[in-house]
């Protein structure tokens, strides 16, 4: 039967998409003077697991670069080679060769193959412990022999030891079936029931590997090229290192022959020494593999679900939390004692219902990590083109924000994370003159405030610059002056088309498409606030929700409305007495609240409505906080609190100033969701007119 292999590329590229992230992660951490093991091996897994995916698809040019890759690896994690940066630079240059080459197969997008054979050229020529900036390394890629091309003998065999580990015993002979149409072929029984071919053949590493892949699981074979007979013994002693076979293992299975190279104790020795016990570079081996299966197995513990089953899902348990707001609703009238078990049941059922909202929320929740990965290869990138020292570290990776958000903040992000880099860290030498480290810091960072969580990109550099901020304002027109508070100057940079850039480069500068970052995170009902201080440095902080599908609210009524505020803004509600309530000529009121006081909202004038109350003694007062400020919300009384899902009020209707969405009630009749940071931002302007209508 023949099975279409096509069915199974998306996992193979879902899988090859993580492991070349976490290898890039583990290549850009390590300490090149010393090299943690555990993060080589995995390195070496990672290219090893890509390999034998590319290989069960034949992506035969995906295979030759990890071949290639995952042999450096291989003598580095040994301790045969130093890492140096050259190898560092080469290892993520041959990621984003790979990264091409998947997107060629996945897409069908062009893959440079000029940059395939140069990268091809540089692991080659590492390899063999040769710089590649050498002329050595200037050869055609195509005509490069391999640094550990087998020999053969003068008929052109070679001679492949195939070890099993205990098998079946048809498995054995099946194997033996099939090796006996490519050569002559000699079986040994080990003591430990493992079972050893010796292959003298002329056929190709590829055609036996792919021979023994049909009848066994590869990584349950050890498979060892060695030269013939005829020229090993020809070859003299100084040139076994460099005729080492081991350095082609093909396909991950073939295991280095350091022993060879360093003893000339005959390959039949190898089997006394297994069945006596195996060796330390032979327990090492088998280490590795057994726990490539055991890393294989904590996988499978995890399954690959499409975004839209999961969003239905979502909308589906959005649903049941409306019915089951109905249910309550319906029941609240009934009596307590005549309905007591219907009672019980319903609050079991609020209690489930909350229960899965949370697991099924949980979902769709990622970790910052997902984008935070991204930022240190381009930082490191950019700062060498730059020419500048810059220290990248992350804080608070483990929050977990919706993926809905998560894959809209990468764009906003990364334009922030380049600005930093180009215009807000200085060169070194300046640096120096400022009495600073000539490396600067830049810091990405996500923790959770109330019901938000708050992103912010920080660097040590110059800081912006006030008067010329100001100087390009009045020149492209804006309404500013000279005595603008200091976060109202810096706002200015979110302006359309705003840019302080003396020189236009390739990366963009501070305040080039801002206006699309606050214009993009705005959409996402976030907000972006800029702290400067010259000299100093520059933190850029954008708050967003942490999901747009269900949130805890509080049920305002104001007149016949009912209005939902989200409880993370909610710090407590309270009845004032008529003499905390001051007012300020022209500015409206403010309420004291132990000593502090804060700006009154009036909910009623904000949207032009007919209210129960205008005093605030007589009505409920709603002390919030967003973005750091404080206010008091004036409504006639509280609702209650429940759990609402948030329906998109722009693409149903339109964007409604102060308004973050809509919800359905459990009367059925529609709510509007209050955006709390809007309006705390509206309550220095407030009048005696509406501020929206």
């Known amino acids: 039967m023949t099975i279409d292999m096509s069915q199974f590329y998306q996992v193979f590229f879902d899988e090859a998409d993580e492991l070349l992230a976490e290898m890039e992660k583990l290549l850009l951490a390590l300490d090149v003077s010393a090299p943690d093991g555990e993060d080589l091996n995995a390195i070496f897994r990672a290219a090893h697991s890509i390999k034998g995916g590319a290989a069960t698809f034949a992506f035969t040019d995906i295979t030759e670069v990890t071949h290639m890759l995952e042999s450096l690896l291989d003598r580095i994690r040994k301790g045969e080679m130093a890492l140096t940066p050259e190898h560092v630079d080469a290892f993520l240059a041959a990621k984003d060769v790979l990264t091409m080459q998947m997107d060629g197969h996945h897409h069908g997008s062009s893959v440079d193959q000029d940059a395939v054979g140069s990268v091809c050229q540089r692991l080659k ?11 050595a390394v200037e050869a055609d890629p195509v005509a490069a022999p391999e640094p550990a091309a087998p020999v053969a003998d003068a008929d052109g065999n070679y001679i492949f030891r195939i070890e099993l580990p205990e098998v079946p015993q048809r498995d054995v002979d099946a194997l033996a079936a099939e090796l006996g149409l490519l050569g002559t072929i000699g079986q040994e029984c080990l003591a430990d029931k493992r079972t050893v071919f010796t292959l003298t053949t002329s056929e190709s590493q590829d055609n036996i590997v792919a021979i023994c892949s049909f009848v066994l699981d590869p990584d349950d074979l050890k498979i060892t090229l060695g030269a013939a007979a005829a020229a090993a013994h020809a070859e003299p002693q100084g040139d076994s290192e460099t005729k080492q076979p081991a350095e082609d293992p093909g ?11 360093v003893s000339p104790a005959p390959p039949a020795a190898k089997p006394e020494q297994a069945a006596a016990g195996a060796p ?7 280490g590795r593999r057994a726990g490539d299966k055991e890393g294989a197995n904590q996988e499978s513990s995890s399954i690959r679900v499409g975004i839209e089953k999961v969003d239905q899902l979502i909308n589906l348990v959005g649903e049941l939390v409306i019915t089951q707001a109905m249910i309550e609703q319906r029941i609240g009238a009934l009596d307590p004692i005549a309905h007591e ?16 909202q949370e697991a099924v929320m949980s979902i769709r929740m990622m970790p910052m990590d997902y984008v935070f990965s991204r930022f240190p290869r381009m930082v490191r990138d950019l700062a060498g083109k ?13 929050t977990e924000l919706d993926k809905g958000l998560i894959e809209r903040i990468v764009d906003p992000l990364t334009h922030l994370v380049r600005n930093s880099v180009d215009h807000g860290i200085e060169m ?19 923790a959770h405030q109330g019901g938000n969580i708050v992103i912010e990109v920080s660097d040590d550099g ?38 302080t850039a003396e020189v236009v480069t390739d990366v963009s500068g501070r305040g080039v498409g801002m206006d699309v970052v606050k214009r993009n995170i705005a959409a996402m009902g976030g907000t972006v606030d800029i702290r400067s201080v010259p000299g100093s440095g520059t933190t850029m902080a954008i708050s967003l929700p942490l999901t747009l599908a269900i949130l805890d609210g509080m049920s305002v009524k104001v007149g016949e ?13 309270l009845q004032p007495a008529s003499t905390d309530v001051k007012e300020i000529a022209g500015q409206g009121r403010v309420i004291k609240i132990r000593g502090e006081y804060l700006p009154l909202i009036p909910l009623y004038q904000i949207f032009a409505i007919e209210p129960c109350f205008t005093e605030p003694s007589q009505g409920i007062v709603v002390i919030l906080e967003a973005d750091g400020k404080k206010a008091a919300l004036l409504v006639d009384s509280l609702v209650g609190q429940q759990q609402v899902v948030v329906k998109n009020l722009e693409s149903n209707f339109r964007k409604v100033a102060g308004i973050s969405g809509a919800t359905i009630l459990g009367d059925g009749g529609v709510s509007l969701i209050l955006d709390v940071s809007a309006l705390l931002r509206s309550s220095r302007q407030l009048s005696a007119d509406p501020i929206f209508y």
């Open 280 to 286: 330390a570079a032979e327990a090492k081996n088998w």
């Open 428 to 446: 070194p030498e300046k640096r120096r003159e400022n009495g600073k480290s000539e490396t600067g810091k830049l810091s990405l960072s996500a």
């Open 251 to 261: 396909y991950g299975i073939f295991e280095p022959q350091q022993a060879d190279a």
């Open 125 to 135: 020529a590492l390899s063999q412990g040769i710089v590649p900036e050498t002329p």
């Open 341 to 356: 078990r219907l009672l019980n049941s319903a609050s079991q059922l609020a209690r489930n219902t909350r229960d899965l």
């Open 386 to 398: 730059l020419g500048k020292k810059v220290d990248f570290v992350t804080h608070g990776a483990a």
């Open 561 to 573: 409305e009912v209005y939902i505020l989200p409880l993370g803004y909610v710090i407590e509600s």
């Open 462 to 499: 110059g800081g912006l610059n006030r008067e010329r901020i100001l100087a390009k304002a009045k020149q492209q027109g804006l309404d500013v002056s000279d005595t603008m508070p200091d976060a109202d100057v810096w706002n200015l940079v979110l302006a359309p088309g705003f840019s």
